[in-house]
């Protein structure tokens, strides 16, 4: 049985609960933002290399379009459910608006195994998703983009079929493309960079020099690989000190070289066994003495058993619903400055916002452009979130909600739906 308590989407909606009381709000308002307003379920028949056919489940969940079209990613997890989904739509509808971009709520997923799966099959499976999902997705409805081992290739493909579906060009139904087809500059590493501008504006708050900062990451996809590079380009902190993917991690208190482990995951998929280093589990790494921990995987890893360990004075949540509401009292108590996930890794979705831009104008802008405009995005959302922070003496995450929840509720009051 899964433990109930772990339910991303009960936890999303008890996050919600709070600052709903917190804020007085109407019950029609809270109760309409509880649940998703659409989801559609398909089954996805894709023929096999070994000529058999194998059926997918998939989900498209358009949690709230008050704000403008849904926009949220899609992720390929073998354990992905309804609720997860649920649960991710849900934070992009608080993620969007705590960085006050034109946009709601959604989110997609598959249920298989991209590592098992040839490039063919991938294909096939993409394809096969957007035949089913065409019918929903477009640029003034719902806008999907990459998550969880899900690439620019495979937002091609996408792209491509929604093309054949329509009869014409239509870039901006899918963000995180590649640059050949319209994606956007400083996409790929948007979401750790937004991430790495938020620790900036904490260290501000906290007092603390980020170029001395020691740091470790848990999970080394495209955000904690990006974060350990940024910390350094960005903020010129040295000293990585731990990272970890779902193999297993390694640790040296001396510092790993950001790029050169970087280099080794992509060369052999693990970071296991880098040179110079002691292995450490991804328990062990979340609990190490550290300036700023990043944690950019998957969700619950920081829950009630170990949030009393973490020593880190700033948790930088990359991923998507990493700590427990549970977990958020004890590192509040504990004085542990969390940067909330959907404030955190919100650098993403805003890219994805200013690539949809340059879709629909043809026109496309230098990186420079694209670095001080995420750079003002995400410095606001930050300060908002902060001031409510200090103004309501509630931690961070609630603080988050506060400022987003207020944003939504108004939209949708606008409209007469509340
Ligand atoms: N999947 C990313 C997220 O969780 C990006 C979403 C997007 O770009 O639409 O924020």
Redesign the pocket.
């Known amino acids: 049985m899964p433990d109930e308590k772990l339910n991303p989407f009960k936890i999303a909606q008890q996050q919600l609960d709070e600052a709903a009381k917190i804020l007085g709000l109407d019950p029609g308002t809270h109760a309409a933002l509880r649940e998703p307003m659409r989801e559609l379920h398909v089954s996805l028949p894709v023929r096999m290399d070994d000529g058999t056919v194998k059926v997918f489940k998939g989900f498209r969940v358009q949690y709230n379009d008050a704000r403008g079209p849904t ?3 899609i992720r390929f997890h073998p354990e992905e459910t309804i609720d997860t989904v649920r649960a ?1 739509a849900a934070w ?1 509808t608080w ?1 969007t608006a705590v960085v006050d971009i034109p946009l709601g709520g959604g989110k997609g997923g598959i249920v298989c195994n991209p590592k098992e799966m040839s490039p063919g099959e991938i294909e096939r499976l993409s394809r096969q998703y957007v035949r089913q999902v065409g019918r929903i997705i477009g640029l003034e409805k719902d ?1 999907p ?3 969880v081992y899900t690439t620019p290739q495979i937002m091609a493909w996408m792209m491509d079929e929604f093309y054949w579906q329509k009869g014409y060009n239509e870039p901006g139904v899918i ?2 493309k590649p640059l050949a087809l319209g994606g956007s500059k400083g996409r790929n590493d948007a ?1 750790a960079r937004g991430g790495i501008y938020c620790v900036r504006e904490a260290a501000k708050t906290l007092g603390l020099d980020p170029s001395k900062a020691t740091y470790a990451i848990q999970g080394f996809g495209n955000a904690g690989q990006y974060a350990a590079t940024l910390m350094n380009e960005v903020l010129g902190s040295k000293k990585l000190v731990a990272v970890s993917d779902s193999k297993g991690g390694v640790y040296n208190p001396e510092g790993i070289d950001a790029a050169t482990v970087v280099k080794y995951k992509l060369e052999t998929g693990e970071v296991k066994g880098f040179p110079g280093t002691k292995p450490i589990t991804n328990e062990e790494l979340l609990e190490l003495k550290v300036d700023v921990l990043f944690p950019s995987a998957l969700e619950n890893v920081i829950t009630a058993k170990n949030a009393g360990n973490i020593k880190a004075k700033i948790v930088a949540e990359l991923a ?1 619903g990493p700590t427990t509401p549970e977990a958020d009292e004890i590192l509040y108590k504990n004085n542990v400055f969390v940067i909330p996930d959907f404030l955190c ?2 650098g ?2 805003t890219v ?1 916002y200013f690539e949809m831009v340059q879709n629909s104008y043809n026109f496309y802008w230098e990186l420079p452009e694209v670095h001080a405009r995420l750079d003002g995005k995400m410095t606001k959302a930050f300060n908002d979130v902060y001031k409510m922070h200090k103004d309501r003496k509630v931690h961070m995450r609630v603080a988050a909600y506060l400022v987003a929840v207020q944003r939504v509720a108004e939209a949708m009051r606008f409209r007469g739906w509340v």
């Open positions: 926009k949220g990613g991710l992009m993620k806008v983009a990459p998550d963000t995180g979401t998507n890794n919100a993403g979705v994805s």
